[in-house]
């Protein structure tokens, strides 16, 4: 038999992903199964992305995990749910095949260190992009190649969804087991390049109630939750990808604004209730609607997840003159060289008119 090699090591990189049709609230903890499908955009990896390494070796006597430089409980269970998966993937993998011999390497401990260059749990997805990231280089190292949905799902919810780039649909899956609660693609990244992405950082903070325990208390509490899961989301889902595909800004950017007044919604309707938007995401809205109402169309839209940070889409002709109007409603203070970052942006003249109408 051939000797094993000493340690096997792997880096790769995950995107985040936005939801404009939100997932609030699972039908099974133990497995993550929603309530209702979600749609999602990926962002480019350029500005915001995960990175993971992953080393199996001989000479490791226990799993362990680091996260931004500190390392972490490996005992958390959504970790030990990812692991157990992947594990179970590679045997089952490796005894269908009778010939091979299962390698040792299965038995091997694995270190794995993940580091975002944005803020973890501040309403940037990190979780999502962090066990997208572990999930896929888990499965390079132990030599799975099965779909890898419903791991990264086991880790966090809306990490399915950043296993592709583009549009991407959880579908919510109907079985027991899970086994169809699966993401999928429903347009290439490269389908419609000039919408754009801007997210506007109201707080870094940690936020006061994290998503497990709010999704938990809503789906225990919230009969509006329950009607928005059953009554609302389907068909919107469906006209969602139907906008997308047709790359029609305006019902794509009207409708992610309602689901996510709806989603914060159910939110308030939770007892007791959970806000997540404070009074600066609150002028954001404002904002938004008076751009818009300006131009006599959709030309903006904000979403807005569990924390009060605006990720507002927008298409490339209209960024220069939005981030002017946010300058004009929220001027950089002392540190207005770090205001903006990511792609350059020139910011564009305000007319005098728009200035009047956002009378801020």
């Known amino acids: 038999m051939a000797s094993e090699k000493p340690y096997l090591a792997v880096t790769c990189t995950a995107p985040v992903n936005i939801a404009v049709i939100k997932y609030w609230g699972k039908r099974d903890e133990e497995l993550i199964l929603p309530i209702n499908s979600s749609l999602s955009v990926t962002l480019h990896q350029d500005q915001l992305k995960t990175t993971t390494t992953a080393v199996i070796s001989k000479d490791f006597t226990e799993d362990r995990i680091w996260l931004n430089g500190r390392e972490e409980d490996i005992g958390q269970p959504r970790i030990q749910a990812c692991l157990r998966e992947i594990r179970r993937l590679a045997r089952k993998r490796r005894s269908g095949d009778e010939e091979d011999p299962l390698p040792l ?8 260190a993940s580091v975002n260059n944005f803020p973890t749990a501040a309403g940037l997805a990190s979780s999502a992009s962090g066990y997208a990231c572990l999930a896929y280089a888990l499965a390079q190292v132990y030599g799975v190649e099965s779909d890898l949905s419903e791991v990264a799902r086991r880790g966090s919810g809306s990490a399915c969804r950043s296993l592709y ?7 919510m899956g109907e079985q027991a087991d899970g086994k169809d609660s699966v993401a999928r693609q429903v347009a290439p990244e490269l389908h419609w390049p000039e919408l754009r992405v801007l997210i506007l950082v109201v707080s870094a903070e940690k936020k006061l109630t994290g ?15 329950r009607f928005r899961a059953e009554a609302v989301v389907p068909a919107r889902m469906a006209e969602m990808i139907r906008y997308v595909k047709e790359r029609n800004f305006q019902g794509f950017g009207e409708l992610t604004m309602k689901d996510s007044n709806q989603f914060h919604a159910t939110c308030l309707d939770t007892f007791p209730p959970i806000s997540y938007l404070n009074d600066t995401s609150r002028r954001i809205i404002h904002l938004v609607h008076r751009f818009n109402a300006h131009h006599g169309q959709t030309k903006v839209a904000y979403t807005f997840d569990a924390g ?15 981030v002017a109007a946010v300058r004009h409603s929220f001027p950089p203070e002392s540190n207005g060289d770090k205001f903006l970052k990511g792609l350059p942006v020139k910011p564009g003249p305000l007319s005098d008119e728009l200035k009047a109408a956002l009378g801020m």
């Open 105 to 112: 390497s299965l038995n091997y401990k694995v270190h794995v």
């Open 165 to 171: 780039g583009g549009f991407v649909e959880w579908q």
């Open 211 to 225: 998503s497990t325990v709010g999704m938990q208390t809503s789906v225990e509490t919230s009969p509006l939750l």
């Open 308 to 322: 009060p940070n605006a990720v507002i889409f927008t298409l490339d002709d209209t960024v220069a003159e939005f």
